[in-house]
C-alpha cells in the first residue's frame, strides 16, 4: 500500500517562492511515475509536473522556468519548487503515485498567492 502527504503549502506574494513536499510511506520505489497536480474550483485538475524513472522531468508550459520537480529517493520524497510565483498559482495542490495504470494520490496543499 501507498501513502502519500503533501507539505509546504500557505501563502505567499507574488514573485516569492514555496516548496511543496510530498513524503511517501509503503511500497514506492525509485522509478515510480510521481506527478504534482492543482485544482482550482470549478476547473478541471491540472498536471503540473511530472518525475519519472531517470528523474526525467516535464513541466505544463504555464510553470516551465519557474517550477522545479525533484526528487530524493533516501526520504522518499518529492519536492516542488515553486518560484516567481503567479496570482494565477492558487490551487489546491496535490501530488501522485502511478504505477502499473494505478494511481494513488496525497490529501493535497493549499497554496494562496496574494499581496
Known amino acids: 500500500q501507498v501513502q502519500l502527504v503533501e507539505s509546504g503549502g500557505g501563502l505567499v506574494q507574488p514573485g516569492g517562492s514555496l516548496r511543496l513536499a510530498c513524503t511517501g510511506s509503503g511500497n514506492i520505489d525509485r522509478n515510480d511515475v510521481m506527478d504534482w497536480w492543482r485544482e482550482v474550483p470549478g476547473r478541471q485538475r491540472e498536471l503540473v509536473a511530472e518525475i519519472a524513472s531517470g528523474d526525467i522531468t516535464w513541466y505544463v508550459d504555464s510553470v516551465k522556468g519557474r517550477f522545479t520537480v525533484s526528487r530524493d529517493n533516501a526520504e522518499i520524497k518529492v519536492y516542488l519548487q515553486m518560484n516567481n510565483v503567479k496570482l494565477e498559482d492558487t490551487a489546491v495542490y496535490y501530488c501522485?503515485?502511478?504505477?502499473?495504470?494505478?494511481?494513488?494520490w496525497g490529501q493535497g496543499t493549499q497554496v494562496t498567492v496574494s499581496s
Open positions: 501522485s503515485l502511478t504505477r502499473n495504470l494505478q494511481t494513488w
